[in-house]
């Protein structure tokens, strides 16, 4: 038996199953990671969706260094996903302080990043030596995950398609032409809510975290491998090459939450088991405040801020 429940001021429903599905038995993940939204599409949708997804990862094991583009991949994810979360958290905190104008960046960007953590380990896009991470266009990540959405849910990918879009086009006027009347009027019926945002972006993070459980169970079984450390799939994650710059630049935080993760595991995990504590911890604490700040001040500290906005961060 199924309800339709609604998630969003457009008006726009997910058919929710009535009870939660145990999505770990599908997945073939040792552990329940608690799911809030795809726990409800069903076990039949999520049984057939799972079973095709283990197959085409199954393929993937037996291409040269699959080891180590996966374990890049989902830190690349996991990152990404840290990202939208903290951009949701500075939303809705510039929300609260009625800091308008920085609305449409951030909620676009957090759906964004949210989108390029599900496009990452949707296995039919290929690595290309690391040209994954920059090549595609925000419209080919966009028309993917939608596509990869409809696999599983109608609902799902007709809301995502609804609140990215109006997402890009507010993003865009403020970029770009930048209306007199700000987010008011005719403007205000297009800009997404934080709330609706929020869901979509839930929704995309679950959906990351259950193909990144099928990619683990998948590779569960290969050998064990030893990670060279000249690993090109892991380099490529350390070093940054802006456009605009003649230059490059290797991050050294990066660098030591690789090889720490690589000492612990050869395999790819889930984004909830690579999301360590410390990855997690530091990666808010880059954006806290400095020790010497003044106390008193109603300032956006991202260590203080709801890290679980939209995925369990434990």
């Not at 939660?20 to 552990?31: I, P, R």
């Not at 266009?137 to 596509?147: F, G, I, S």
């Not at 259950?210 to 892991?234: G, I, K, T």
Request: proline residues 4%; contains cysteine.
């Amino acid at each position: 038996m199924k309800e339709s429940t609604p998630t969003s001021s457009t008006g726009l429903e997910l058919t929710r199953a009535t009870s939660k599905v145990q999505v770990s038995k599908y997945t073939g993940a040792e552990y329940e990671y608690d799911y809030k939204q795809v726990s409800y599409i069903g076990d039949e949708s999520i049984a057939k969706y799972c079973s095709s997804l283990r197959q085409r990862f199954a393929q993937q094991r037996q291409a040269p260094e699959a080891a180590e583009q996966w374990i890049a991949r989902t830190y690349l994810a996991t990152k990404y996903l840290l990202a939208a979360s903290l951009m949701l958290s500075s939303a809705r905190f510039a929300i609260a302080q009625h800091l308008r104008i920085v609305e449409p960046y951030l909620l676009y960007y957090a759906l964004f990043n949210a989108s390029r953590t599900l496009f990452l380990v949707i296995p039919e896009q290929p690595w290309n030596g690391g040209r994954l991470i920059g090549d595609p266009t925000h419209l080919k990540v966009q028309n993917v995950v939608h596509d990869c959405l409809g696999h599983l849910s109608i609902d799902a990918a007709t809301r995502y398609k609804d609140v990215i879009r109006r997402a890009l086009a507010t993003r865009e006027m403020f970029s770009y032409r930048f209306p007199a009347q700000g987010l008011r009027g005719s403007f205000a019926s297009i800009a997404p809510e934080l709330e609706e945002v929020t869901t979509v972006c839930q929704f995309l993070a679950e959906l990351a975290q259950l193909h990144s459980e099928c990619l683990e169970s998948s590779f569960r079984s290969l050998p064990d491998v030893e990670l060279p450390n000249a690993s090109q799939a892991l380099k490529t994650l350390l070093l940054y090459e802006p456009r605009s710059l003649n230059s490059a630049v290797t991050d050294a935080e990066d660098w030591y939450r690789l090889w720490q993760f690589a000492r612990h595991s050869n395999k790819p995990l889930s984004l909830h088991l690579t999301a360590r504590p410390g990855l997690v911890e530091d990666f808010f604490g880059a954006w806290s405040l400095d020790e010497d700040h003044n106390e008193g001040f109603d300032v956006y500290d991202a260590d203080s801020q709801d890290w679980r906005i939209i995925f369990d961060f434990s």
